[in-house]
């Protein structure tokens, strides 16, 4: 699936051309000023795919008060969700077709701790297919933010997905073998008493019904994800996804492992039950160790900086649920990083899931490092400031400094793109050379960049000279 376009406030935004390449993955990036809505872009792409996913009906026409919420091609087909209002919230017209030709798989993803993508389990919305989506990021409330919930997302996707191919190859581009240790904390004792008969025959509904101590020693831990479900059970939610499940049946009747490593095996049921500790919270993760590729030297994820983990955790957990067809969303990817790994991010990010199929990745950032790097084909930039779409292979492996002036019309002082800009006109002015349409265009472009520069900016002193050039030129 690739993503087309996007209605954001009455704005169309396009994100992509139609031009479908086969089983080739995409990449948009959104740029813009604070304020020009990247992240509420983004958001409106998630929860518009999420909201086609839970609707259920099939309308072969809506009449009244239709909207077009976004565009996107699969498979040959270009496909749009159309919506309107009705009694009980949005309907949407032919949702069928939609739902069928959409993406397989949802992701969003942020290190910012003020995204704006959709939680997983605080809306029915979000619940309604947990296979299809995931959210990787800080928060696990509407006010609550975590690193520790990056950290069992690492975890999960390692303890699930040793065997994956993008996990070990964003290690090995990252520097590390994939060689982790993971130790962990077990807290279903301070939870629910151990017993056969507990585990076995009693559901986590009545297990809920029976302790009436149990909420308020969940929230004393601040465990989001299972004081949600708590809430479901005590409001009889019909729609429950645990409700019915014994312990047994979620985490296992047997003492779930305090270490693991990728070189150690575990069987099949056994990895089930550490991964749903991990998503409800009862498991945590204590400690991560981890192995550099030029050395035997072990180091924990604490020892690494705040970017590369971040970095690490980010990628390292999108690799764990990405599959062919999924949609990617990043939301400021840069925070934290340093300048390199800023300027290597859209290359790590290509090449670790190369070999995934039809996957369309669309990243928000206001960093030009971040898109300094760019593929050269299947990849486009979108200008929120003016709403102008632009293909990577006029930006291909340019400077910091051309991305600064050309997409994001903010040069800073003494851009050395524009100094060269101005030194080559103004070698064509002393050679006496005639003006050819690229000397113009340049011209032009310095021109307008000129109200960008700062007084003591010697690029805006050279502009000067440029017009007074011209000016004596057109005099004679």
């Given amino acids: 699936m690739k993503l087309l376009s996007v209605n954001l406030n009455d ?85 069928k077709r939609s739902k069928d030709s959409m993406c397989k798989k949802l992701i969003t993803a942020s290190i910012s701790p003020f995204d704006k993508f959709p939680l997983p389990n605080s809306n029915e919305n979000t619940i309604s297919n947990k296979n299809f989506y995931s959210y990787i990021g800080f928060k696990t409330g509407k006010s609550s933010l975590s690193e520790s919930n990056l950290l069992t997302s690492f975890a999960t996707s390692i303890v699930s997905s040793r065997s994956n191919v993008a996990v070990k190859r964003t290690l090995r581009l990252l520097g590390y073998k994939s ?10 004792e301070r939870y629910f008493q151990r017993s056969k008969l507990a585990y076995n025959r009693h559901t986590f509904r009545e297990l809920v019904s029976d302790n009436q101590d149990l909420y308020s020693r ?33 985490i296992g009747d047997s003492d779930l492992p305090k270490l693991f490593s990728t070189n150690s095996e575990l069987d099949e049921r056994t990895t089930k039950s550490l991964v749903n ?77 190369s070999h995934y199929k039809r996957c369309h990745f669309i990243i928000a950032t206001h960093s030009p490092l971040v898109i300094s790097n760019l593929p050269e084909s299947s990849c486009y930039i979108l200008n929120m400031d003016e709403n102008a779409l632009f293909e990577s292979k006029d930006y291909f492996n340019r ?18 793109y524009l100094n060269r800009l101005c030194v080559s006109v103004l070698s064509t002015f002393a050679k006496g050379e005639p003006i050819t349409d690229d000397t113009q ?33 057109n005099q004679c």
């Avoid at 060689?179 to 279903?188: A, K, L, R």
């Avoid at 831990?221 to 429950?240: A, G, K, R, V």
């Avoid at 400077?399 to 050395?416: H, I, K, M």
């Fill in 441 to 473: 265009d340049s011209i032009d472009f310095l021109i307008a960049m000129e109200s960008n520069l700062d007084d003591g900016d010697n690029v805006k002193s050279l502009i000067g000279i440029i017009k007074n050039t011209l000016e004596i030129s």
């Fill in 218 to 250: 969940v929230l004393a831990d601040d465990n989001q994800l299972m004081s949600y479900y708590i809430l479901q059970e005590l409001s009889q939610n019909p729609h429950s996804r645990i409700g019915k499940k014994t312990l047994s049946e979620l």
């Fill in 11 to 95: 704005n169309v935004y396009n994100i992509s051309t139609g031009d479908e390449q086969p089983n080739q993955n995409t990449f948009s990036i959104v740029i813009g000023k604070n304020g020009t809505g990247k992240s509420r872009l983004l958001a409106k792409v998630a929860t518009t795919f999420l909201s086609v996913k839970k609707y259920n009906q099939n309308h072969s026409k809506v009449k009244h008060q239709k909207a077009e919420e976004l565009t996107f091609t699969s498979q040959g087909k270009l496909v749009t969700v159309k919506s309107a209002k009705g009694k009980g919230g949005k309907i949407f017209e032919r949702n």
């Fill in 399 to 416: 400077s910091a400094d051309f991305q600064l002036a050309r997409l994001f019309n903010t040069p800073g002082y003494q851009n050395e």
């Fill in 277 to 353: 500790s991990l998503e409800l919270n009862i498991s945590s993760v204590k400690g991560i160790t981890l192995r550099k590729s030029n050395s035997n030297q072990r180091l924990t994820l604490n020892d690494a900086s705040s970017g590369e983990r971040s970095l690490l955790l980010l990628v390292c957990s999108i690799a764990s649920q990405i599959t062919n067809d999924s949609l990617i969303l990043i939301d400021e990817p840069e925070i934290s990083l340093h300048p390199e790994w800023q300027e290597t991010f859209i290359e790590l990010i290509h090449n670790a899931f």
């Fill in 179 to 188: 060689d982790i240790t993971i130790e962990f904390e077990h807290n279903s």
